[in-house]
């Protein structure tokens, strides 16, 4: 029988529902305004079911492949997805999640408990006013910001100063993941990726190949380092996939931004 979990998020003028997903046993929805916004498989967290987060998710462990605690910042909660991923994959991790609104991070909280020994710190807060205020003083091995769609984006999270900000958070080899949600000719996205070069060493996008013709509406993740990544990690993150799968840097990503 589905249950059902619901609130109503005054903040941002929407309804939040949980819900059984009717395919995967033990597994939930969280939906914000009648759209799927996250999934969480409850009986096993270690399993990230959406493609773009699964992504993310395989990049970081290429990136990171000694399985030990890390320091993480989610800015944007969602249903935790990836911090519950972190915690199986990552034991003992540090982790801060942000959203700015509280009650979407009470209701989550509430309703779909995090693994068992999360070190989970939950700030309310703006994703860039966070980083100026609560955490000026830190600094993260991972970083995920999983806030915004093209056009639709708070542009103060959008500029090469951001970047910037983000940059002087990460660790030495800390990794920045940013998921683009953008539609044709992905304009949106080209302005992420310029502006995440003025500030890392290392840029690349990540996504399912027929993204990288500008045809089609979709996520892509944007990763940035500190520090130069080899090519061999860059073709080790393509062929973890999910797939199918295609990363391009440097010169390749050059091209992509001159359609």
């Known amino acids: 029988m589905a249950t059902t979990a619901q609130r109503w998020l005054g903040g941002i003028q929407a309804h939040a529902v949980i819900e059984d997903d009717m395919f995967i046993e033990g597994a939930k929805i969280l939906s914000i305004g009648g759209a799927e916004q996250s999934h969480v498989n409850i009986a096993n967290q270690g399993q990230v079911f959406y493609e773009y987060l699964a992504r993310i998710a395989n990049h970081l462990a290429v990136l990171h492949p000694r399985h030990e605690p890390l320091r993480f910042l989610h800015l944007g909660a969602g249903a935790l997805t990836l ?4 915690q199986v994959k ?5 982790q801060v999640a942000v959203d700015i609104e509280r009650e979407l991070m009470d209701f989550v909280l509430e309703n779909l408990p995090l693994p068992a020994g999360t070190r989970l710190r939950p700030i309310v807060a703006d994703a860039r006013t ?6 000026s003083d830190q600094q993260f091995d991972a970083i995920i910001l999983d806030i915004f769609t093209g056009d639709d984006a708070p542009e103060h999270l959008t500029t090469p100063d951001y970047y910037a900000l983000l940059a002087s958070r990460l660790t030495p080899k800390g990794t920045l993941f940013v998921n683009v949600g953008d539609d044709p000719p992905l304009r949106f ?5 310029d502006a995440a070069r003025e500030h890392f060493a290392f840029v690349a996008l990540s996504a399912p190949p027929e993204m990288f013709s500008r045809k089609f509406p979709g996520n892509l993740v944007l990763t940035a380092t500190n520090a130069l990544i080899e090519p061999e990690l860059v073709a080790a993150c393509q062929t973890a996939g999910p797939h199918p799968s295609e990363v391009r840097a440097g010169l390749d990503l050059d091209g992509f931004g001159k359609p």
């Open 90 to 94: 990552y034991p003992g991790s540090e």
């Open 189 to 193: 996205t080209d302005r992420q990726v």
């Open 83 to 86: 911090a519950r991923w972190a």
């Open 130 to 135: 966070v980083l100026e205020d609560q955490l």
